[in-house]
């Protein structure tokens, strides 16, 4: 089912999850114990992150440098076949413009519809490691909004080979990324939205944001994106803080604000344990408030301690 009927259909608020696949050696298993544990909470569908090959210089035996192209975090078209399998789940897969041709990324989608994906979220990315800046595949697409047109295409039976003609046309519902504090490349909010409006004009069905830890960033966004006849669903992306480290890494990876209150509770905390604490408390109170708003879906970043997410969910549910 498309993650726009989950939300149209759900009688009661739904939850949804998102998993990053395994670094490459390590097996499923332990992905399969995280989801295992998130069953009994029926999570309507799961998103599967896709990562970009990273350029590197290995040093060979003969003292010189060779430049290799590794993908740390393979796998993210079987993790969704596996998913589907295994929980009869709808998988989302994250699609991504950087290091991706388009024909590449046309295989992929190709690959997708015959497992019966019908979702996709659609991103640029990042830049890689060894950039500053993102650049685009030489034959690829600079914004997802480029991606979100290839799909839209897709479903209207259009091919990146011209002489394909009466195409089978997929059928995706197609989500984007959306940024309640702006995306950091962005000069403000509103070029931002105007840019996110975009991707809708393109095709998008739905919004997933980045993670906040004060609601009122997700509420002044949703309000501004109606305020520019941006009608589809804004599904709120959440996270936990749950150690002192993350007070300085979640804000310089994904440019968010850490509340004061929050971080001052963590600064005072004694133990790690204590840290979880404060953190469980802090997401708890970040989704009620949202179900009280009337929010129909909450979705939850679980890389890092699903438990906690767990334990919130066992509270809220
Ligand atoms: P875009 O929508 O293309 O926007 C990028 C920037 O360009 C923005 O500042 C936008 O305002 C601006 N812009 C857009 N169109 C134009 C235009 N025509 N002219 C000028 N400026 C423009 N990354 C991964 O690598 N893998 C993942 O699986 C992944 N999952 C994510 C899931 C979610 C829910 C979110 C919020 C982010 C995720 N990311 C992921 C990170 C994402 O790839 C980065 O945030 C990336 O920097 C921007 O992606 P985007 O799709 O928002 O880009």
Redesign the pocket.
């Known amino acids: 089912m498309k993650v726009t009927e989950h939300i149209k259909q759900a009688k009661k608020p739904i939850i949804s999850l998102?998993i990053l696949p395994p670094a490459k050696g390590k097996g499923i298993d332990s992905l399969f114990k995280v989801l295992d544990s998130f069953v009994e909470f029926k999570p309507s569908f799961i998103?599967v992150?896709?990562?970009?090959a990273e350029q590197l210089f290995k040093k060979r035996a003969d003292g010189n440098f060779e430049r290799v192209e590794i993908r740390k975090r393979p796998g993210t078209v079987g993790i969704c076949a596996a998913i589907i399998n295994r929980y009869n789940v709808d998988a989302v897969p994250?699609m991504?413009?950087?290091g991706f041709s388009k024909e590449e990324t046309e295989n992929a989608l190709i690959d997708l519809h015959y497992l019966g994906v019908r979702n996709v979220?659609?991103?640029?990315?990042?830049a890689a490691a060894n950039e500053k800046f993102?650049t685009a595949h030489p034959n690829g697409h600079?914004?997802?909004?480029d991606l979100v047109g290839q799909i839209t295409g897709l479903n209207k039976g259009i091919y990146q080979e011209s002489d394909i003609i009466d195409g089978l046309q997929s059928d995706f519902c197609i989500g984007?990324?959306?940024?309640p504090e702006?995306?950091?490349?962005?000069p403000n909010l509103d070029?931002?939205i105007?840019?996110?409006k975009?991707?809708i004009e393109l095709g998008a069905e739905y919004v997933?944001?980045?993670m906040f830890f004060e609601n009122q960033h997700y509420y002044n966004y949703v309000q501004k994106c109606r305020e520019n006849n941006i009608d589809i669903p804004i599904i709120p992306?959440l996270k936990p803080i749950t150690n002192k480290k993350q007070l300085s890494i979640v804000p310089s990876i994904f440019n968010v604000d850490i509340p004061l209150a929050l971080s001052k509770e963590l600064l005072n905390a004694k133990t790690d344990q204590a840290c979880e604490q404060i953190g469980e408390e802090w997401l708890l109170a970040q989704c009620r408030d949202l179900l009280k708003s009337g929010t129909p879906i909450l979705?939850f970043y679980t890389l890092g301690k699903p438990h906690i997410i767990e334990n919130v969910l066992r509270q809220l549910f």
């Open positions: 998102e998103n992150t896709y990562h970009r994250h991504i413009c950087g979220l659609a991103l640029r990315g990042d993102f600079r914004y997802a909004e984007v990324a959306g940024y702006k995306h950091f490349e962005s070029t931002d105007h840019f996110l975009k991707k997933t944001t980045q992306g979705h």
